[in-house]
């Protein structure tokens, strides 16, 4: 099984960028589709964004669409999700979650698919 460990949360304002990372060990990363959830306190979790094995193919909550983007460098083990005009709403708990399969078009992404989880970064957003 893949073990996960996610960095790059901090306390930023309002408008800031951060990019988050997560870092793969145990097997390759690019036998994976990943995603990326959150999860604010006293909310479920909920999806974000999510890519294929390769990076070419990527699906996003409305809510972060247009603002966040999600990449990987399967070479360096490694999936990013880089987060620009960041909102006090966008403050939670990021979690980066490895899945065996990245469904096209409008499919509803629960945590259910995907089987894999790191423990976490938070992310602050103030106003």
């Known amino acids: 099984q893949v073990q996960l460990i996610e960095s790059g949360g901090e306390l930023v304002q309002a408008g800031d960028s951060l990019r988050l990372s997560c870092a793969a060990s145990g097997r390759a990363l690019n036998s994976y589709a990943m995603g990326w959830f959150r999860q604010a306190p006293g909310k479920e979790r909920e999806f974000v964004a999510a890519?294929?094995?390769?990076?070419?193919?990527?699906t996003y909550a409305d809510s972060v669409k247009g603002r966040f983007t999600a990449s990987r460098d399967n070479a360096k083990n490694t999936v990013y999700l880089q987060m620009n005009s960041l909102k006090p709403e966008d403050t939670a708990v990021y979690y980066c979650?490895?899945?065996?399969?990245?469904?096209?078009?409008?499919?509803?992404?629960?945590?259910?698919?995907?089987?894999?989880w790191g423990q976490g970064t938070q992310v602050t957003v103030s106003s």
């Open positions: 890519i294929n094995w390769s990076g070419g193919r990527t």
């Open positions: 979650a490895a899945g065996v399969r990245y469904y096209s078009g409008s499919y509803a992404y629960t945590p259910r698919d995907f089987g894999s």
